[in-house]
């Protein structure tokens, strides 16, 4: 028995402003590829199939495009469930024709204790669900932790659950101690979302979605397969793939299995005059880049210039900045300072020039004359 | 053989800030019970099956309830079109596995001459499409009205029709001398919209949508089904259901069958006094009202007044206004007065009053001092 894991394809994703639906539907095709050859019995996608909750129809077509591909033409049977950046109700729509060519789509908390057994195997559901909605679901108003809602709903799981099988459970929510990225948006705001491993040890595998780092968490029978691609900054250099799953007897193997993107987000550091001039290392020049560049105040418009070369820069920093800071150790020190002190030192460093005589004397004339009241 | 013909649903339609969708899910009820009875052998339902592209959650949800009913529980087949207020590809999304349940959705012209044969019967399908697809389409851009968009769809039809079998069109179009309503989108903006009803000649029989007037057009072999439910004011009064197609042999029978909704459109007009006192005959209460009311000028907020007893109150109309518009027939008979004489006859129309001396002075001033430059 066979099982792909996969998950957190966030079709629709916009970064910096830019759409990588291109490169979502090219390793999508990747993906495609490799189940060829993989031939699985079943493949789980953990939530976040979509970034948002309104996908725009090119995003609702490449979903639909793999799925048909994955589940019609390939007949593998497909398991999905809703993550916090689908909306429900959109993605729900057609379940119940699907179900019927074994695509089945759960993101309803009424069918957590309802498994799909596919091949003995029973794979348990819990979409993403708020703290209230689990309030809600088991009019408990004293679950106020995802702690407490998770272990809530395997409770109520534990109930149905055939210890005799080898059960699996689908979820979206964070591990404790999983390590996470910028691009996840957190679960809530202003309580701890994660939820301690020994929480699940009722069942045999779980396979996860929402972190988007592919080795998230060190366990032995917990995985996230981490996100289809990288998809922020601080994911540079991360590899993404698919789990491979093998369950033969109660042995259970699982593997990570990197794929190969069109570009990947690249962070390049350098002077300015280097990086206009090609003469930074660069990894792939259609890579979407983050410059983190020094010596460039004095150009008007740099991202301009740099996208002339390097089409895909998503982001520009102004690593001068960074250096001013290392300057003054503490407010203390620069409190030490003059305010004529200050400003001169502060245009030096983002301009890289001193102040003409004409600044000097319009400086003078602010800090001396109109601001402390003196003659002129 | 039984055909149902049904169409613009216009399901998440809002009508002056109202939702309709309650509405919506009551007639569809009666609907699917009307199906029950009928036992058709097939339902068409001729495009704008929600009220915009961008349909949200409920509208979504309760098409998805309404059609599982009828196409998995009842097991009827359906043909769907996408209308002019479809998002194609939203409409379309799942469609390869609806159509293993027999539930057909149409939205592209690739697919207009493969007609769905259902109990020997063609049907052929043409979706709403623009001027300008159609031109992209046939790569022919002497296409440019609605006219020779649609005779060039079905003279591509004609090559592959087969004229011994009964041919049944669908499409989301005006036939010439096609009744309107206010709720209808144009196709166009400055095009005429209309296509000659012996363009569709070839077809045994044409079952339209677009129009809400469900006798829009007289003809014998072309039909509007009419909008679900009463969209517009201007549609007071009209009956709304669905059409009853029985084929035997060459023989085809048509008839209109009323549904009852949960509310109606319903125009009222009389004197504002009477309407707050409740002294206005008014079928039903609940229905969706629009008072066109006289002697109300007085009152402030008049709308806040009429809500509080009639809740669905959704227009108001000052009909003073329009009865001023009777009392002078030509801008030559105003022209005869003086102008003080028109403001006064203005003020005392719209709020029933005459002007007090303080108002009366003021005018005079106006007039004879301020405006005449005469010397007070």
Known sequence: ????????????????????????????????????????????IAGDLYDT???????????????????????????????????????????????????????????????????????????FATINEIQDYF?????TTHQQAVSKCLKYIQQSINNENINILIGHLTVQGGIRSESERPLTIGTVESVEEDTFNMFDKVMLGHLHHPFSINSDFINYSGSLLQYSFSEVNQAKGYRRVEIEEHQIKDQFIPLKPRRELEVVEGDYEDAIHERLAIKNKENYLHFKLKHMSHVTDPMMHLKQIYKNTLALTNQS?????????????????EDETIIKKFYEEITDETLTSAQNDKLNYILNDFLNGGDA
């Open 53 to 127: 909750s309104y996908p725009n129809k090119e995003a609702i077509q490449l979903l639909e495009k793999t799925i048909n591909k994955l589940n019609l033409e390939m007949h593998i049977p497909l398991i999905i469930i809703s993550g916090n950046h689908d909306g429900k109700e959109r993605l729900d729509y057609g379940s119940r024709w699907f179900e019927r060519s074994q695509f089945y789509i759960r993101t309803r908390l009424e069918d957590m204790n309802k498994p799909i057994s596919i091949n003995g195997i029973d794979f348990y559901t819990m979409p």
């Open 1 to 44: 028995m066979k099982v792909i894991h996969t998950g957190d394809w966030h079709l629709g994703k916009i970064l910096n402003g830019k759409s990588l639906l291109e490169d979502q539907a090219y390793i999508l095709d990747q993906f495609i590829n490799s189940m060829h050859n993989e031939q699985p019995d079943v493949i789980v």
């Open 139 to 143: 009019s408990d108003d004293s679950i």
């Open 321 to 337: 900045f960074e250096f001013n800071t290392s300057i003054y150790q503490s407010d203390e020190e620069i409190q030490k300072f």
